[in-house]
């Protein structure tokens, strides 16, 4: 019987530190909020300016695959906002709203590689237009 007990608690310990270790979400507001101040800044603009030219390649694939089979009520567009790690690889993505286009297209969002920002955990907006 104590076998057991023992046996129930490592198991709740190690549960708990999994969640423990789970990455929080970011909220969509707190990450626009950032997004847009980051934009505002001088280094933010030069930034914004490498992102848009970097886009074309990979997300203009990524949204003609996923419109594919959608019904216009459902393209709808949304933000990207994409916490962006010092190399340029994404660490976190988000949509606002979520949308099915936008499913669709986040392991795009994942994979892509975006220009290096000025600080690490940069967050950007990427404004996606459907209508």
Known sequence: MARRAVL???????????????????????????????????????????????LDGWLRKALERCVKGISKDDAISFDALVRVGSSGEAEEVLFAPETAVGRCAEPDFRRAKYPSPP?????????????
Do not use: H
């Open 119 to 131: 600080q690490p955990s940069w967050w950007v907006k990427i404004e996606v237009g459907l209508k």
């Open 8 to 54: 129930a608690l490592i198991v709740v310990i190690w549960c708990g530190r999994a969640l423990a270790e789970e990455p929080k979400k970011t909220s969509p507001t707190v990450a626009r909020e950032t997004a847009d101040a980051n934009a505002k800044t001088p280094a933010g603009r030069r930034y914004e300016s490498a992102l848009e030219s970097s």
